[in-house]
């Protein structure tokens, strides 16, 4: 398989919409430019396709990617109060994409307040408070939830509550506990820390601990703790060179997320991956940003290092190494930079999105 891999790989490049063109297309061709033999499948996905086809996700896009078991997707809008599903929501229960990786790296050219940040974060997808089971206020089914609840429980639920279930199973934290510790080992990382607040939720988190504990035991060769969710962020904050890969159920693992980006300086250079037993879709943090859209002008980095990670995925070591340092190069350089990597936003030295990956490729050349 990964020899084939090797040969030529069938990759599905989502263009999605708002900045998503732009970038992916700057991705495909620093991507290209390092050698890497890929196919790629180009499709649509988002609310310019909805506009034509009725569709924000249409048929050939979910086959293409559940065909080629690897794709790297553009940001999508999700419009606000139209009954238009997130996108990339579905396409994590979908695909049950259970794990939710997220690298966060210091490069040097990248204001932020803190330098040589190499940090990995781990988010459980599919359970947690972020399951979706959720009782509105005042609904039928909601008052009797809440009479069994008062009913069994010493605890009383007042009858104007919403209330939202906050499943975690053995089988979802093993998986996930399971794929840090495969993670780890295979990037030569010497840690795992689990995050938890089982000093409260015993029987969530609690269980989450017991779990990640016993599935530590099977890799001796790398160094296991546990952290509270609280202590986590100010630790964090305060010694973020003492922590290496870190696990997390979904609701601490999406807040802990977007502190570490802040700690590297933010969206343009965060980079993500969802990733399953048989699929992997590759995206930047950030999202659409839809009043850049056409404009030539926003970061490409955090989709081409995404590029990077998937390049990772695939075995194609050499390739992500070459990608990766033609990146830090030239935001070290910090000529050939978007406005958002120059000190002063309106710089007028600033080069759009698609010089910036002009830029990159040279450095691989
Ligand atoms: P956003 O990340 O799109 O943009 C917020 C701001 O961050 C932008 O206005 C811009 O100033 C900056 N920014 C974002 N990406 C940048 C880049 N590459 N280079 C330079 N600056 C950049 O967040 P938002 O405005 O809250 O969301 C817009 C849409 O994107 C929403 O519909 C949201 O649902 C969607 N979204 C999609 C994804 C995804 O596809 N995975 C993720 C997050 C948000």
């Known amino acids: 398989m990964q ?46 396709v909805m506009e034509r086809l009725g569709t924000p996700l249409p048929d050939e896009t979910l086959k293409s990617v559940e065909k080629n078991g690897i794709a790297i997707k553009a940001p999508i809008t999700t419009p606000v109060g139209t009954g238009f599903r997130s996108i990339n929501v579905h396409l994590r229960q ?9 690298p966060c790296k210091s490069y040097r050219g990248v204001r932020s307040k803190y330098q040589d940040i190499d940090l990995v974060v781990v988010r459980e997808n599919t359970e947690d408070l972020y399951a979706g089971i959720e009782y509105e206020k005042g609904k039928d089914d909601t008052a009797e939830l809440i009479d069994w609840i008062n009913k069994h429980s010493k605890r009383q639920v007042t009858p104007d509550s919403g209330v939202s279930i906050k499943p975690i199973s053995v089988k979802g934290t093993e998986r996930i506990v399971r794929f840090a510790f495969d993670y780890a080992r295979k990037l030569g990382r010497s840690k795992v820390t689990s995050v938890h607040k089982a000093n409260i939720m015993k029987h969530t988190d609690g269980l989450w601990l017991e779990v990640s504990r016993h599935v530590a035991a099977d890799y001796p060769d ?20 003492l922590y290496d890969v870190m696990v997390l159920p979904n609701l601490y693992g ?14 343009g250079v965060a980079p993500g991956a969802n990733i399953g037993d048989n699929m992997a879709i590759f995206e930047a943090t950030h999202g659409s940003a839809p009043k850049y859209k056409g404009q030539n002008k926003v970061n490409p980095v955090a989709l081409i290092l995404s590029g990077v990670m998937m390049l990772r ?7 992500a190494d070459k990608l990766e340092g033609a990146i830090a190069s030239v935001i070290a350089e910090g000529k050939d930079v978007t406005y ?16 910036m990956a002009d830029a990159i490729i040279a450095k691989m050349k």
């Open 3 to 48: 020899k084939e891999r090797k040969a030529m790989t069938n990759v599905t490049l989502i263009m999605g919409d708002g900045i998503g063109p732009e970038i992916a297309e700057a991705t495909r061709r620093c991507i290209e430019a390092t050698g890497a033999k890929i196919n790629w499948d180009i499709c649509e996905a988002g609310v310019d």
């Open 222 to 241: 790398i160094e296991f703790e546990d952290r509270i969710v609280d202590n986590m962020c100010m630790q964090l904050i305060q010694k973020p060179e």
């Open 340 to 355: 958002d990597l120059k000190p002063d936003r309106d710089d007028p030295t600033a080069v759009g999105t698609s010089e």
């Open 313 to 319: 995925h695939l075995d194609l070591a050499a390739e």
């Open 94 to 102: 979908n695909f049950d994409l259970y794990a939710c990786l997220r």
């Open 254 to 267: 999406d807040i802990v997320s977007d502190l570490c980006a802040g700690l590297v300086g933010g969206l």
